[in-house]
């Protein structure tokens, strides 16, 4: 068979050119049939532009600041060094250094937590107070700038919180925490929860833990455990949203902030 | 002559480079059966296809995490048109709260693939609370 050269040029053209459709048409053929996965929040999800508390100090008793912390406790899986670990469960538990506790939310008494304010002759009654502190939210969060692996973030809206999956416990962020908010865990909690609670997960040994200001809560709609049982002692919301509660709560009240000097903006506040 | 010897020594050679297969005739384990738990059975529909799944869970779990820990977006409406809660362990619509059986499920095959998840450490099990 004889072939002349144009010939061959215009074969060998045209099968360049179906090799290079194959992809376009492949491309073409797929894109109506797979439609991408959608991701979205729950209808029912509590919004805000910058979530704050206000704690007020006045409806802050004994009884109802230990009803917060346990509250608190069960709702995350935090432990309990006074819990005494089941034997058979988990044998052989050493025994616990109270300095490595776990921390959420804590009473703390009025020098600890506002030492700034701390003053020979301030009333009375502030001594005796208990105070809750707790993570602040700061605008500006140290915590946030010392991490190496975006471990703790800033979410958008105004949330200070933690990626467990990528804590590697190097422990900068506690150091960065002027508030001594966090806690590190020494050991395996496991043994030290009384009673392990199915909708959220515990903590492991070497991560870093803190108050989430119960985003998974506020995903579902609910308000912050804390708040739920508070009796009225603490209000979570929107700060942006000049008609919110704890807006209206500020606008009412003389409240103050936890080293405010510092320029970390914290979010939590304190009626007095 | 040397004939013999070298046929002895091929023989013995042969057998040598073959002993591994010898070796492990009739003792090599089947296939994991994973068991899927009456509530998947009646579910029908994993997260993504079936072949999907097994070939890509880790990144799918991956990717949940991100979005729920990271974007707050905690609602996962698949491609097959079923809509999850995205969660590896917590409530109804999670991988456990439907492959209710982490034993007889995922273990099967993480323990005949040798992987073990840390997961465990933090995300609880039904079965590990009820004890």
Same mark, same amino acid.
């Given at each position: ?272 | ?34 068991? #899927? *738990? ?7 529909? $994993?997260?993504? +296809? %079936? ?36 969660? #590896? *362990? ?7 709260? $439907?492959?209710? +059986? %982490? ?29």
């Amino acid at each position: 068979m004889k072939k002349s050269r144009r010939s061959f040029l215009k074969a060998a053209g045209v099968t360049a050119l179906g090799i290079g459709a194959a992809p376009a048409i492949k491309a073409v053929a797929s894109s109506g049939s797979v439609a991408a996965p959608v991701k979205t929040k729950k209808a029912e999800a509590l919004n805000a532009k910058r979530w704050g508390m206000v704690i007020d100090t006045n409806k802050l008793t004994d009884e109802v600041a230990e009803n917060i912390v346990h509250a608190c406790k069960k709702a995350h899986n935090v432990p309990d060094f006074d819990h005494e670990p089941d034997a058979e469960k988990y044998p052989d538990t050493q025994p616990v250094n109270k300095t490595q506790e776990i921390k959420w939310i804590w009473e703390e008494h009025f020098e600890h937590a506002f030492p700034d304010k701390e003053d020979e002759f301030l009333a009375e009654k502030f001594r005796h107070l208990p105070f809750l502190v707790t993570c602040n939210h700061c605008k500006n969060a140290p915590c946030v700038q010392a991490c190496p692996t975006q471990a703790t973030f800033k979410r958008e809206d105004g949330i200070v919180l933690m990626d467990f999956h990528r804590c590697i416990g190097c422990r900068f962020c506690m150091a960065a925490c002027p508030f001594g908010s966090r806690s590190f865990n020494f050991r395996d909690p496991r043994p030290f929860i009384e009673e392990i609670n199915p909708d959220f997960p515990t903590r492991s040994k070497g991560v870093v833990e803190k108050c989430n200001l119960c985003a998974e809560r506020l995903a579902k709609g609910q308000q912050p455990a804390c708040a739920e049982v508070s009796e009225g002692a603490i209000t979570v919301g929107d700060l942006e949203d000049p008609a919110s509660k704890v807006r209206e709560l500020l606008a009412e009240n003389y409240a103050i902030r936890r080293k405010q000097e510092l320029g970390t903006e914290p979010s939590v506040y304190y009626i007095m | 002559m040397s004939k013999n010897a070298i046929m002895a020594g091929l023989v013995v050679f042969v057998a040598m480079a073959l002993l591994p297969f010898w070796y492990n005739i009739g003792g090599s384990s089947a296939a994991p059966e994973p068991e #899927l *738990s009456e509530k998947a059975k009646a579910a029908q529909k $994993c997260v993504l +296809d %079936k072949y999907d799944m097994r070939a890509n869970h880790m990144s799918l779990l991956d990717e949940w995490r991100d979005s729920v820990v990271r974007d707050a977006d905690r609602l996962y409406e698949s491609t097959n048109g079923k809509t999850f809660q995205m969660s #590896l *362990s917590t409530g109804e619509e999670s991988c456990l709260g $439907c492959h209710t +059986d %982490k034993e007889k499920f995922c273990d099967k095959c993480h323990t005949y693939a040798s992987v073990d998840p840390y997961c465990w450490e933090c995300h609880t099990t039904p079965k590990e609370i009820n004890q």
